[in-house]
């Protein structure tokens, strides 16, 4: 099942667990690849050429901020990424309107489902 | 094999400095995390996909960013160019159908009549000045547009 209709939720709900990801502490971007391949193997294979474009494009709109810090241990520097105080307003209202979002569509699946009653 | 890898995603990357710079420095630390939590450059390799791939996904952000000042920065231009034309084509008609200082009507002759202004200038002159300013501006938004 993994055809482009399944494509569009992934596409449109990655940006939020991103922001999840982050705003729940600061983070780098293998442990977010780590997370997301350890709990949401329903999301797929989560791929650094998919979350890096993601997070240029959060950066650019001020949502998530990063500094860079020495990483002695793979010899260079990592880039830790924490939300801005505009990115946790924009979580928030992304949330309650998810739930919102889940009530309406559930909405229909119920309709749908109870379609025999209906006759 | 990882340096051949990041040298060809340079190759792909048409942007500026620093989007480059920071796609780049990003990249050494996909391969810096990946081998420090025990993959190898080849496992890393085949999960970016091919350099220009990753170079394709990797600039898009950034060249959706550059486009869109770019449009305001042209309707900007194209405004002082415009107003530099207005204003210097409304001081260069005041000027051209002035009459001659100390006349009046369309007289054959000089008539004894002093026509004098409240003011110490010419008005026309504020035309000649909005003109020029707008001539700067659109000089200097031109240059810089052409430079990024």
Request: aromatic share 10%.
């Amino acid at each position: 099942m993994d055809n482009r209709y399944v494509q569009q939720f992934k596409k449109g709900s990655l940006e939020m667990i991103l922001l999840c990801l982050i705003g729940r502490k600061e983070t780098y971007g293998y442990e977010m690849i780590t997370e997301l391949n350890g709990s949401a193997s329903v999301l797929g294979y989560a791929k650094e050429g998919t979350i890096y474009p993601i997070l240029y494009r959060l950066q650019e709109a001020n949502l998530i901020q990063c500094r860079l810090a020495h990483a002695a241990a793979n010899g260079g520097s990592k880039k830790y990424y924490s939300l801005t105080d505009h990115g946790k307003e924009v979580l928030e209202e992304l949330i309650a309107f998810w739930s919102n979002y889940e009530n309406c569509v559930n909405g229909f699946i119920d309709s749908y489902n109870k379609r025999d009653g209906l006759k | 094999m990882k340096e051949q890898y990041i040298k060809q995603v340079k190759k792909e990357l048409n942007l500026s400095g620093n989007a480059k710079r920071e796609i780049l420095r990003d990249l050494q630390e996909i391969f810096a995390s990946a081998l420090e939590h025990g993959e190898t450059e080849q496992q890393v390799m085949a999960r970016l996909g091919s350099p220009k791939e990753f170079a394709k996904n990797a600039k898009e952000p950034f060249e959706e960013i550059k486009q869109r000042p770019k449009r305001g920065k042209i309707v900007r231009l194209v405004c002082c160019a415009l107003g530099a034309v207005i204003f210097f084509g409304l001081f260069f008609s005041a000027r051209l159908h002035q009459v001659p200082d100390n006349v009046i009507g369309q007289a054959n002759s000089m008539t004894g009549i002093l026509v004098s202004s409240p003011l110490p200038f010419n008005i026309s002159w504020f035309l000649g000045i909005a003109g020029c300013v707008f001539l700067i501006l659109t000089i200097i938004f031109a240059v810089k547009l052409v430079r990024r």
